[in-house]
């Protein structure tokens, strides 16, 4: 999930939608972070679009609309957190949830403040493209998969169905499921969300079968239409054990983080950054010009902010 932009007033270089695995930069401080009398702001980079989006609209509006210098930090999921917990960073604006992560530095550390609800319901599961759910409406249930392993074989996959998973930095229980399910499917890494997005569009466009792990929210339902693959239900602690995982992915309301001195001391950034919450639909709006229409991240958000005051102006107040 990842395409490159250079900052303005920024020293770092976001590495935005290229789609190869996030470099681990927690021990790449920020020039700016915890600089004293400095009016800036670190904030942590996902590497998928969707979290990238948020990111360039935010910085957008810290830069053009209250005048704080802004520095991106592209760091993994997990090692995000150490980032932000040591002040690495100042906000990480998109988390998907990482509960022992969560009680080591809100919980215990005292590390790291809930910044509340991003506003968006993220969701994790397997799809197949609605062009073969419409052929083959029972393969939208995990326990006809097999019957279909042959569909998704490919040179990667060892005479096995195929199930498309993206960078192998990404917390996924798509291992665990096909062992714990007992299906004849092999993960397959493309190596990022790029490479996957790539190898879709090109399946899409020859109308080849295949499975895939992917998300929501995404621009790419837009342009490839997908169906669920419904997994066992997922229930409370049903995912608690990494090994023994067989039910499907929860929804998720992702949530904002901030270093806790960031949030105590940021004044009108930390305000308008806890402040900060759109919908799904923005977040896609966002993504699409970026992933999609290979715009400059600053000129989508510009394009955003442009069209949407009623929107961002009540994250100021």
């Given at each position: 999930m990842r395409r490159r932009t250079t900052l303005p007033a920024a020293v770092a270089v976001l590495a935005l939608a290229t789609g190869c695995g996030a470099a681990d930069m927690t021990k790449q401080a920020s020039p700016f972070a915890n600089a004293g009398g400095t009016k800036s702001v670190t904030l942590s980079v996902q590497s998928w679009v969707g979290a990238q989006s948020n990111v360039a609209?935010?910085?957008?509006?810290?830069?053009?609309?209250?005048?704080?210098?802004?520095?991106?930090?592209?760091?993994?999921?997990?090692?995000?957190?150490?980032?932000?917990?040591?002040?690495?960073?100042?906000?990480?604006?998109?988390?998907?949830?990482?509960?022992?992560?969560?009680?080591?530095?809100?919980?215990?550390?005292?590390?790291?403040?809930?910044?509340?609800?991003?506003?968006v319901t993220g969701h994790i599961g397997w799809f197949v493209p609605t062009y073969l759910a419409k052929e083959h409406p029972d393969i939208t249930d995990w326990r006809n998969l097999d019957k279909y392993a042959s569909l998704f074989r490919t040179a990667e996959s060892g005479g096995k169905g195929q199930l498309m998973d993206g960078s192998p930095s990404y917390v996924t229980n798509d291992k665990a499921l096909v062992k714990n399910l007992k299906l004849d499917y092999q993960v397959v890494f493309a190596g990022s969300e790029a490479a996957q997005i790539t190898q879709m569009k090109q399946f899409a466009k020859e109308k080849k079968p295949f499975l895939t792990y992917w998300y929501s929210p995404q621009w790419l339902f837009e342009k490839v239409p997908m169906t669920e693959v419904k997994l066992p239900p997922y229930k409370e602690g049903c995912d608690a054990d990494p090994a023994k995982v067989a039910c499907s992915y929860p929804h998720t309301p992702l949530q904002k983080y901030l270093n806790t001195d960031f949030a105590k001391t940021g004044g009108k950034a930390a305000a308008f950054l806890k402040r900060f919450r759109w919908t799904t639909e923005d977040q896609n709006e966002v993504s699409l010009m970026i992933a999609d229409r290979k715009m400059d991240p600053q000129d989508a958000a510009k394009k955003w902010v442009d069209g949407h005051p009623d929107v961002w102006k009540k994250w100021l107040s």
């Open positions: 609209v935010a910085q957008y509006i810290l830069e053009h609309k209250l005048g704080y210098r802004v520095d991106t930090v592209q760091v993994d999921e997990v090692p995000a957190w150490d980032a932000l917990s040591q002040g690495r960073v100042d906000a990480l604006l998109e988390d998907w949830g990482h509960p022992d992560q969560e009680k080591r530095y809100v919980t215990d550390k005292k590390t790291i403040t809930p910044g509340g609800d991003l506003g």
